[in-house]
């Protein structure tokens, strides 16, 4: 199983960017799959889930309405849109396969990618 985030950058307070997850070694579109974020100093927070096929959708409140998680699963790619950005929401975004015998957990996980909000 390989996660690889990409994306991530430098953006001002009420911009946009959209970070990928490129999944391989596994039957990408029968996982439900993950965003989490950790930002500096703090432990990971989940941001959001998507389950097979995309027909659910789940948030945190901190991003509900600003976030869209959506997945393509003929290229095995998990993507977070993220809007109206705000410097809290600075942090290392990692996309997680939930473990299908534990949904509370997270069985493997990427490297991150960074995303920094900043005048």
């Known amino acids: 199983v390989q996660l690889v985030e990409s994306g991530g950058g430098t953006v001002q307070p009420g911009g946009s960017l959209r970070i990928s997850c490129a999944a391989s070694?596994?039957?990408?579109?029968?996982?439900?799959m993950s965003w989490v974020r950790q930002a500096p100093g703090k432990g990971p927070e989940w941001v959001s889930t998507i389950r097979p096929g995309g027909q659910r959708t789940y948030y945190a409140d901190s991003v509900k309405g600003r976030f869209t998680i959506s997945g393509d699963n003929a290229k095995n790619t998990l993507y977070l849109q993220m809007n109206s950005l705000k410097p809290e929401d600075t942090a290392l975004y990692y996309c997680?396969?939930?473990?299908?015998?534990?949904?509370?957990?997270?069985?493997?996980r990427g490297q991150g990618t960074q995303v920094t909000v900043s005048p």
């Open positions: 997680a396969r939930v473990n299908p015998l534990d949904p509370t957990d997270n069985d493997y």
């Open positions: 070694g596994f039957t990408f579109s029968t996982y439900d």
